[in-house]
Every structure is written in C-alpha cells, then in structure tokens.
C-alpha cells in the first residue's frame, strides 16, 4: 500500500468508533427522556436525511477541495453536534447536524481510495478499511455501553457534577474528545495530486450533473447490479444495528450497554468475512458473491426464532459469582455468522462499485450518488421500521419480514447480473 493509506485507516478507525459510541449514547439520551420506541429510527432518520439532501453536492465538495481537508472539517462538525447535545439541544436535532458533518466525509473518504491506489488494489484497501470500521463498530459500541452503564451514572450521583447530569452526557463528551482527535489525524494523510474542478458556485448544474451521474451508474450493466445490492445492504445494515438492539431486549432481555456488545459479535464477523473477501475473490470475479447475500438474508430471518425460551433457566456457566446463561452465550456466534456473510459480500461489492463508478465519473461524484443510494434506502427501511414499531408488530415478524425482503431482493438482482452476463462482457467492463 502506498504511504499515507494507513493514516486513512487510523482516521476512519477513530472517526467511525466515535460514530459508534454517539448512537448508543443519543438512544441513552431518548430513553432518558422517556421517548417512546419509534423514535429510536426517527433519530437516525434524521441523521440520513443529510445524505439524500446533500447528494449532488457533497461529491463536488470532495472534489473541490483535498479530501484530508474535508475529512478534517467534516470530524469538527461531528463534535459540534456532540457540543449541542451536551448544551441541551434536542437529540434529533443535534444528531442531525453530526449527520452533515457524515455526509461530507463520506465521499472524501472512499473518494481517497481510487485517487491513491490502483484498481487491483481496491478490494484489499476496502477490506482493510471494513475491518478498521468493523473494529471500531465493535470498540465504539462496547465503549458507549460502557459509558452509559448504571456504575458511571452512580459515579456521577456521587459527584453531582452540575455540567454533567446522565451517564449519556458523559458519552457524549467523550465521544466529542474523540472526534477532534480524528480531525488531527486527518492532517496526516498526504496530498494525493488529484485536483477537480470547483463546481460549488454553480448548484442548479451541480444538481443536473447529479442527475445525469445517477441515470448513467444506473443504466451501467456492471455498475447496475454493484448499485443495486450495496443500496440495499447499507439500508439492511442500519435498520439491522437498532433490530439486533431491540431483539436483545425482547428475545435475550439484555439492557441496552449490554446489548450493545451484540453489535460489536456482528462487528467480528464483518471483519473476519471482509478478510476472506480479500484473501479470495478478486475484482474480476466479485459478482460470484450474489448467492452469499441470499445466506445472509436467511441468517438474519433466523434470529426471529432464537431466544432464551429455547434454553432450560439453569443452562449456563458459572464462573465464580457471574452466571453467564446458554442463550446469551450461544447468540454471539450467530451474530459473527451473520457479519461474516456480511462482510464477505459487501467489500468485492463495494470495490466494483467504486472502480466502475470511477471509470465512469470522478469518484467524488460516484461516491455521491451511491451514498444517495443507499441512505434513500435507510431512509425507506427505517420509516418502515417506525411504522411497523408504532403499529406494535412483534419484533419477531420485524425480523423475518426484514430477513425474507433481503433474500428477495439480492435473488432479483442476481436474476439481472445473469440476463445482462448474457449480453455484455461484465468481465472485460471490470479490465481484467
């Protein structure tokens, strides 16, 4: 790998654990307030409106601008966010604003890839930035958990520290710390040389351009196809972060720090599955992984029927004064199996869609339109979620309902990749 790609995974590994950390702790704030269920997806809902609304734009102004740059000012917003909460501005509010900061890093982030690699680089650099993220998912889950635990909400009783009134604000100013530490590491990463035109003072062709980059990816038989399954894994994937804590209240009885630590065994799978993508399917063959989707969905349906109801109240084991229960004990592995089917589809899909968006248009712009893409679909499945939240449905048809839309979905799209095998050259449009 080239110098500079590594302080690129150390700043994506920061930023994106401090990611992490600020949802448990916003979802600590709602509960604090006595906020009803459905407004755990509103809160990301929020959130990803940022990157529908700011499509056409946040690709230019990667472009416009050297993405360690944007990267940089994109971390300090996030911290303005946390500053807001820990001033007493609504969650959904204030998580919006991190929510802008999201989608200006976004594009810069991936952008940087296909300006300092090679394309045959590209599924290794992805793997490496999935795992960094995966890692961070883990850590920053576990570390808001932590943060938000009843042992820090006594420690804070006993202090009675004016400032700092629940555990979440003590979250949400570590999470603050945390990301001005990213934007430090962003100044870092080297300039890579590539300079794009500055289309920022000319919105109504930025949006045109935007419009006209959607229609030709879309249009695109190779690209087509990677559009169409990481649109709807990146939705599936964030509706499925706020189930799996929902299911671990239902079907384990978990609290919420603990739940959290569901998050971070899918979080190992993720890694554990990017790292095999990389060791065994190059770009030319990353199609082959469709059916690898279709298991996931499967996997995810799966977890509607797992529950401490299947286990005998005394299966366990004891280690000295802890008893830790077979159905707790037992769920971590299907959570690392369902992040392994996971990462091993997402990475070879995400790096096609990276080197075919960039062949195309520039990245920023290609990036732009996938983000677009995909928080459409976070915005669809999470408002979904809501309803089907506000109208009592068990969480259990959630999950088979959520896991059988998945199969159906990536059975279409591997439908479509064998009809247009049929008339094109996919792996002369790859270049290899």
Known sequence: MKKGFYTIIAAQFVSSLADNALLIAAIALLGAMHAANWFTPLLQILFTTSYVVLAPFAGAFA??????????????????GCAMMLAGVHPMIAYGVVGIGAAAYSPAKYGILTELLPPQRLVAANAWLESATVLSTILGTAFGGALISPYVQHLLHARQWAFMREAADVAMFAVMLVYAAAAVINLGIPDTGARYANRLREPKRLVGEFVDCF???????????ALWVTTLMWGAAVTLQLLVLKWAAVNLGLTLSTAALMQGASGIGIALGAGAAAALVPLARSLKVLPVGIAAGIVAAAMAFYGKWLFPPAAGIRLGDHFFAAYILLAYPLMIALGGLAGYFIVPMNALLQHRGATLITAGHSIAVQNFNQNLAVLLMLGVYALLLRANMP????????????CAMIWLAKRRSEANARRVDLRAMIGE
């Open 63 to 80: 472009d416009a601008m050297q993405k360690r740059h944007v990267m940089l000012a994109a971390n300090a917003l996030k911290a303005v």
């Open 215 to 225: 229609n030709m990816l879309w249009r695109d038989e190779l690209a087509q196809i």
């Open 395 to 406: 969480v259990q048809w959630i999950i088979v309902t959520f896991g059988g839309f998945v």
